[in-house]
C-alpha cells in the first residue's frame, strides 16, 4: 500500500468514526428563486452591473453587429484579432474581413495547440469569442471552453471581445445551473467572467488589467 | 518552559508591538473600515441574508455530515474525468506528493495561485528547499513574498502595507529602474514580471474554493487571472485542499459562492469563477495535460470527530470575521504568527496544531461575538473559543486535543479549582472577603497576576467594607 492509499484509508475511517449526528438540514431555497427580470430590463441590468466593473457593453442588433464591432476595432486600435474556429462567429468574421479588409484587423485563428501558440497568444492585440449565456444578478458572461474556443482565449490577450446573445441572459447563476442542469456534464473548463481582470491588493486601491485581460467588451445582441 | 508558554509570551509581545505600531495601526483600521462598509452595502436586505446564509450552512453541515461519502464520490468523478486524486493525512505528506509530481514533470519553476493550504503545507518554502522555485502570482502574495514575509489576511495578504511601503518593496526587489509608485504603475510592472513568469512556469499550484462531488469539479474564486493562469497554461496542475472542502451537489455552489464574495469583498461576484472538471483532452488546444488534486487532513479528521468542534470545518475562508473582530484589527494578522489569523484562526489553530502548541489563541478574545454575527455559515466561533479554554485546564483530555497539558495548564487548573472551592464554601468565601478588604490594597502592581491590566490601567481598589458588609449595617438581611 502507497502512503496515499494508506492515508486515504486512514482518514476515511477516522471520519466514519465520527458520531453521525440525527440533525436534519433543511435546505429552503426560496431565496434563491426570487430574482427575476423581465427580458427589456435584464438587458439594462445586465449592463448597468457589467460596467459598473469597467466592462463596455454595446447594444447591438444582429443586423448592425458588425459595424458595432468595426467601430471597437477603430477606438481601440486592435491591428491584430484572435479568433476561434469552426464557430459562426469565425465564419461571419471571415467574411467581414474579405469584404471589407480596410475596416477588419488581421485575423488570427487559434489553430495549434498552446504549446505553439504561446506568442501568437501572449503578443495578440485582442481576442473575440462567443459566449454561452449572461447572468443578471451578478453582471456575468457565461463560457464553456471548447476544442474551437480554447480556455486561453479570453485570458492571456489584454482586449477580450465577447459576443453575447440577450435571449441567453439568466436572472441568476442558481438558475443557470439548475436549468441547464450543469450535475449532468461539465465540460473541462466553464467559466463566470464578469469584468475585466482586477485588484485590489495595494491599499484596497481597485486597479483595472492586472494579470488577465485589461479590457472586456460585450456586444449584447438583441 | 514549554510550547505554549513560550508561543503565549510571543504572542502577547508581537500584539504589544503592534499596538504601538502607529502605521501598521492606520493600515488596518482603514482596511477593515473598507471591507465592513463594501460588505455592509451588499447585505442590504436583513431577511434575505439570513436565508442565504441559513442554506449556506445547511449546505457546508450537511457535507460535512456525508463527507467520508462524499470525498469518495468526489475522488470517483475527478478521476472519470481525468483529474489524478492524492490523499495526505499530513503536511509533510502533502508536500511530498506534490515534489513526487514537480520531480517526475523535471519541474524547475511553479507559479501558485492564492491557497491557504499551501500556506498551512509551507509549500513554497519546501520546494525551494528542493531547488524548485515557487512563485506566489496573487498581486498582495507576490509582494510579501518578495519581501520575505508571511500573508496577514487570508483575503487580502499584504493588507498591513501601505502604498509607499510597497512601492519601496518594489524599488528595491522587483525592479529598480521602473520607479513604480502609484497602485496602477505597481500592479502593470507586476502583470510584465509574472506574465513572463507564466510563459516559463513548467507546473500551476492552486487552492480549491469548492469541490463538486456530483461533477468532479474543482471552482477557484478569483479576481486577477493569475489562479486561471495557474491552472491552465503550465503542462502540469496540482490543486491542494482541505478535506472540508468538498460540497455535494453543483446547485450547492452559486448561494455559497453569493455567499463568499459579499462576505468577502463586498462583491456580487469576483472577476473570475474557474469550473474545472478535468485535464486537457487531445482535441483540445490548452489546458495542463495533468490535474492532480491533493486532498489533506492534517488534523480536520480528528476535528470532525467532535459535534461542536466540527462546526470549524463549515468556514469557506471569506475572512469576514477577521474583518469585523475588534482584536485582530488592532494587532493585526502577523501577531497571531499562524496560518489563519483572527477568530477563524483562534479556534482553527489549536486545534490543527493541539492545545499544547496554541492553546494560547483562543484566549486572544473578549468573546464581543461580532465575528459570529457576520459569519456567512454561522459558526458558533464564541462557543468553540469557550470549548477550547474549558478543555485548556479541564480534567478530561478531550478526544480531539489529546496533547493538551504542561504546567501553565495545570496551574491554571489548580487556580480554577480552588476559586470554585471558595466560592462554593461560605466560610472560605467570608475570609476571602476579609483578607481582601484588609489586604487587598497592598498587593503591588507589578505581581504577574495584575501587571497585565494595570500596566495600561489604574489599579483598582478594593472597598473597606463589602456589599455583604453595607447591607448587614443597614439592618437588611444578606441571605
Known amino acids: ?103 477588419m484587423p488581421e485575423l488570427f485563428e487559434y489553430e495549434q495547440p498552446i504549446e505553439e501558440s504561446k506568442d501568437l497568444l501572449f503578443g495578440i492585440d485582442a481576442s473575440i469569442t462567443t459566449t454561452r449565456g449572461g447572468i443578471v444578478e451578478t453582471g456575468s458572461l457565461i463560457l464553456w471552453t471548447t476544442p474551437n474556443e480554447p480556455r486561453l482565449m479570453s485570458l492571456i490577450p489584454p482586449i477580450h471581445i465577447a459576443v453575447l446573445h440577450a ?42 488589467g492586472v494579470h488577465g485581460c485589461k479590457e472586456l467588451v460585450v456586444l449584447l445582441i438583441q | 518552559m514549554n510550547n505554549e508558554v513560550l508561543s503565549a509570551k510571543k504572542f502577547q509581545r508581537d500584539a504589544f508591538s503592534a499596538l504601538n505600531d502607529i502605521q501598521l495601526r492606520r493600515n488596518f483600521k482603514r482596511a477593515m473600515d473598507g471591507l465592513m462598509e463594501k460588505r455592509q452595502a451588499v447585505f442590504t436586505d436583513a431577511e434575505k441574508w439570513q436565508q442565504l446564509r441559513e442554506l449556506g450552512r445547511s449546505i457546508r453541515a450537511s457535507a460535512l455530515r456525508k463527507l467520508p461519502d462524499l470525498l469518495e464520490k468526489l475522488e470517483s468523478n475527478c478521476r472519470k474525468n481525468g483529474i489524478q486524486v492524492r490523499w495526505a493525512e499530513s503536511i509533510d505528506e502533502a508536500n511530498a506528493l506534490v515534489l513526487e509530481i514537480a520531480q517526475r514533470h523535471d519541474v524547475k519553476s511553479v507559479v501558485k495561485g492564492k491557497s491557504m493550504v499551501s500556506e498551512e503545507m509551507e509549500l513554497n518554502h519546501f520546494l525551494e528547499q528542493h531547488g524548485i522555485e515557487a512563485l506566489e502570482a496573487d498581486l498582495g502574495e507576490y509582494i510579501i513574498q518578495v519581501d520575505h514575509e508571511l500573508p496577514s489576511h487570508i483575503i487580502m495578504p499584504a493588507i498591513h502595507k501601505n502604498k509607499d511601503q510597497i512601492a519601496q518593496i518594489f524599488h ?59 491552472t491552465t497554461l503550465p503542462p502540469v496542475h496540482v490543486a491542494v485542499m482541505g478535506i472540508e472542502k468538498v460540497v455535494e451537489r453543483f446547485e450547492d455552489v452559486p448561494p455559497l459562492l453569493s455567499l463568499l464574495t459579499r462576505s468577502a469583498t463586498g462583491q456580487a461576484i469576483t472577476t473570475y ?21 491533493i486532498l489533506l487532513d492534517n488534523g480536520r479528521s480528528r476535528i470532525h470527530s467532535d459535534a461542536l468542534l466540527q462546526e470549524t470545518l463549515l468556514c469557506i475562508r471569506c475572512g469576514a470575521c477577521m474583518n469585523h473582530c475588534p482584536v485582530y484589527s488592532r494587532i493585526g ?26 492553546g494560547h489563541l483562543a484566549d486572544a478574545s473578549s468573546l464581543c461575538g ?63 472577603s476579609l483578607a481582601i478588604a484588609k489586604m487587598g490594597n497592598l498587593a503591588p502592581d507589578w505581581l504577574p497576576i495584575l501587571r497585565n491590566w494595570t500596566s495600561v490601567r489604574s489599579t483598582p481598589r478594593f472597598a473597606k467594607k463589602s456589599l455583604h458588609q453595607m447591607v448587614r449595617e443597614e439592618g437588611i438581611s444578606d441571605e
Request: a neutral charge.
Open chain 2, 370 to 432: 461580532a465575528c459570529v454575527e457576520v459569519c456567512p455559515v454561522k459558526i458558533p466561533i464564541t462557543d468553540i473559543l469557550l470549548r477550547l479554554r474549558h478543555d485548556k485546564v479541564g480534567d478530561q483530555q478531550t478526544i480531539t486535543l489529546a496533547k493538551s497539558g504542561g504546567w501553565k495548564a495545570k496551574i491554571e487548573r489548580m487556580v480554577w479549582k480552588s476559586w470554585a472551592m471558595v466560592f462554593s464554601n461560605p466560610k472560605l468565601y467570608r475570609l476571602k
Open chain 1, 167 to 208: 435571449d441567453t441572459i439568466y436572472n441568476t447563476f442558481w438558475e443557470v445551473v439548475n436549468t441547464e442542469q450543469w450535475n449532468s456534464g461539465m465540460p473541462t473548463n466553464a467559466l463566470l467572467i464578469s469584468g475585466p481582470s482586477k485588484t485590489a491588493d495595494i491599499e484596497q486601491t481597485l486597479v483595472y
Open chain 1, 1 to 103: 500500500m502507497n502512503n496515499s492509499t494508506s492515508a486515504r484509508h486512514k482518514i476515511l475511517s477516522n471520519l466514519r468514526d465520527s458520531p453521525v449526528s440525527s440533525e436534519k438540514y433543511p435546505q429552503n431555497i426560496t431565496v434563491m428563486k426570487r430574482k427575476c427580470w423581465t427580458d427589456a430590463e435584464k438587458v439594462l441590468q445586465l449592463k448597468s452591473m457589467m460596467e459598473e466593473v469597467h466592462t463596455e457593453v454595446r447594444l447591438c442588433t444582429e443586423s448592425d453587429w458588425e459595424s458595432t464591432l468595426r467601430t471597437v476595432v477603430k477606438e481601440k486600435g486592435i491591428g491584430q484579432l484572435l479568433y476561434g474556429i469552426k464557430t459562426v462567429l469565425a465564419e461571419q468574421l471571415l467574411n467581414m474581413r474579405q469584404q471589407t479588409p480596410d475596416t
Open chain 2, 172 to 230: 528595491e526587489k522587483v525592479d529598480a529602474e521602473a520607479h513604480a509608485e502609484t497602485a496602477e504603475e505597481m500592479t502593470a510592472l507586476a502583470r510584465k514580471v509574472l506574465r513572463q513568469k507564466f510563459y516559463e512556469a513548467d507546473m500551476g499550484v492552486s487552492g480549491v474554493n469548492f469541490a463538486v462531488a456530483e461533477t468532479g469539479t474543482l471552482c477557484l474564486v478569483e479576481n486577477e487571472g493569475n489562479g486561471r493562469f495557474c
Open chain 2, 333 to 358: 494578522g502577523h501577531a497571531y504568527d499562524t496560518t489563519y489569523p483572527g477568530p477563524i484562526g483562534k479556534i482553527l489553530t489549536p486545534q490543527l496544531k493541539g492545545l499544547h502548541k496554541a
Open chain 2, 273 to 293: 469563477f474557474n469550473m474545472i472538471s478535468g485535464a486537457r483532452k487531445s482535441e483540445e488546444k490548452d489546458g495542463p495535460h495533468e490535474v492532480h488534486l
